[in-house]
């Protein structure tokens, strides 16, 4: 079993900046591909970054690049998120998740889920 908590998550003026934080207990998380998903009220949740057991390869959904660096820590068992010049459309609750499948980017094969955290943007 892996437990995934976010935190970092906030109300925050368009422009600015936020670091998620995604911490993993119960097991190392360093073999496994993990990524950040988001969901805005009455949409679908997306995906928005991956990254690799190692750190080495990482992915972007469209809407993300340029903006999102997605990095992580496994001596400290944690993935970042970090979200610059934030914009309106980027309110959402941000949810980190794990998988074994290498770099997937479809929810269905993320096997656990933090709660979620929420970024509100202020235009």
């Known amino acids: 079993q892996v437990q995934l908590v976010e935190s970092g998550g906030g109300l925050v003026q368009a422009g600015g900046s936020l670091r998620l934080s995604c911490a993993a207990s119960?097991?190392?998380?360093?073999?496994?591909?993990m990524a950040w998903f988001r969901q805005a009220t009455g949409k679908e949740r997306e995906f928005v970054a991956a990254?690799?057991?190692?750190?080495?390869?990482?992915r972007y959904a469209d809407s993300a690049k340029g903006r999102f660096t997605i990095s992580r820590d496994n001596a400290k068992n944690t993935v970042y998120l970090q979200i610059n010049s934030l914009k309106a459309e980027d309110t959402a609750v941000y949810y980190c998740?794990?998988?074994?499948?290498?770099?997937?980017?479809?929810?269905?094969?993320?096997?656990?889920w933090g709660q979620g955290t929420q970024v509100t943007v202020s235009s």
């Open positions: 998740a794990v998988t074994g499948l290498h770099m997937a980017v479809m929810s269905k094969f993320y096997g656990y």
């Open positions: 119960g097991r190392t998380i360093d073999g496994y591909t």
């Open positions: 990254i690799a057991g190692t750190g080495a390869i990482t």
